[in-house]
């Protein structure tokens, strides 16, 4: 694939994400999303062969990013691990409370509307959801380490503990329309984590 592709493609997906994330996947055609990226439909189907494969590349794409962002922020080595994992759900929370609490989570907004029909989106959710869960066990472990979060924690347990939270908390934000699920979920993560 030449430059001028690969940027086409990632404007779909770009695209794709912009719009899955605000109005879920089945409420939207091929068309909406098209006439948004300025792309006719013969390029689309140059890329990908269904609008199936199509969510499985965004999804693909935006686990890609959120991973990488996670990552990043986990590596900042000016904060304790405690602290850079208070920071990467400070994040979450302020990123789920914004526009009216449309949020900007894919896995919010997604996951359960595709899980029953898709068993390649489904799959896809849980690559990218296993590997945010082993980024947070990685800093729990760190922190063990250096002293910031408490030894008794199991690591893995804590991490999918930490992370069924804030995705739970999520889900009622949005059903809720307020910050209060948030709220509570980053009172539960300080008092897990207090030493």
């Known amino acids: 694939m030449n430059s001028a592709s690969n940027e086409k493609k990632t404007l779909l997906l770009k695209t794709g994400l912009e719009v899955f994330t605000v109005h879920g996947f089945t409420n939207v055609g091929l068309t909406e999303?098209?006439?948004k990226a300025g792309i006719p439909k013969g390029s689309f189907y140059y890329y990908f062969s269904s609008k199936?494969?199509?969510g499985v590349e965004v999804i693909r794409f935006?686990?890609?990013e959120y991973t990488t962002n996670i990552a990043?922020?986990?590596s900042n080595s000016q904060l304790s691990?405690?602290?850079r994992l208070l920071s990467y759900l400070k994040t979450w929370q302020e990123n789920q409370c914004t526009n009216d609490y449309y949020g900007r989570c894919l896995i919010v907004k997604l996951s359960s509307e595709v899980s029953d029909f898709s068993e390649p989106m489904r799959h896809e959710f849980c690559l990218g959801t296993s590997k945010v869960i082993?980024?947070?066990t990685d800093i729990v472990k760190k922190g063990q380490i250096d002293g910031s979060i408490p030894k008794h924690l199991e690591p893995d347990y804590a991490a999918q503990e930490l992370y069924q939270q804030w995705l739970g908390a999520s889900m009622l934000t949005k059903i809720q329309r307020?910050?209060?699920p948030l709220k509570a979920a980053l009172k539960y993560t300080n008092n897990l984590l207090k030493n």
């Open 81 to 83: 691990c405690k602290e």
């Open 52 to 54: 199936e494969e199509y």
């Open 33 to 35: 999303l098209l006439k």
């Open 178 to 180: 307020n910050e209060c």
């Open 72 to 74: 990043r922020l986990f």
């Open 62 to 64: 935006y686990m890609q």
């Open 134 to 136: 082993q980024l947070i």
